[in-house]
Nanobody, 124 residues
Framework: QVQLVESGGGLVQAGGSLRLSCAASGRTVSTLSMGWFRQAPAKEREFVAAFSWSGSSTNYADSVKGRFTISRDNAKNTVYLQMNSLKPEDMAVYYC?????????????????WGQGTQVTVSS
């Protein structure tokens, strides 16, 4: 069983930055493909970014490419999402997701384990 705990959400002005963290337990992140998704009110949960278990590939939604960076710290068993140049449309609950090995996919079905989410609010 894998447990995921997100942190780092909060309120930020448009143009600002936040770094989200996802601490994993139950397995080491080097054996997990990890993804970040987000869900705004009245919208479907959508893919944001993903990192392969091997560390060899990343995957980003077009809407965040060039602004967001996903990374991993094996020693802390944690995955991060650095979010720069935030826009009001980035405001959502952000969820961390994981699957054992697998692919850094864009679909919710690619992930078995989910965190509880952390709120990101961007003021204009």
């Amino acid at each position: 069983q894998v447990q995921l705990v997100e942190s780092g959400g909060g309120l930020v002005q448009a143009g600002g930055s936040l770094r989200l963290s996802c601490a994993a337990s139950g397995r080491t992140v080097s054996t997990l493909s990890m993804g970040w998704f987000r869900q705004a009110p009245a919208k479907e949960r959508e893919f944001v970014a993903a990192f392969s278990w091997s560390g060899s590939s990343t995957n980003y939604a077009d809407s965040v490419k060039g602004r967001f960076t996903i990374s991993r710290d094996n020693a802390k068993n944690t995955v991060y999402l650095q979010m720069n140049s935030l826009k009001p449309e980035d405001m959502a609950v952000y969820y961390c997701a994981a699957n054992v090995l697998g692919v850094p996919g864009r679909s919710r079905d690619d992930y078995k384990y989910w965190g509880q989410g952390t709120q990101v609010t961007v003021s204009s």
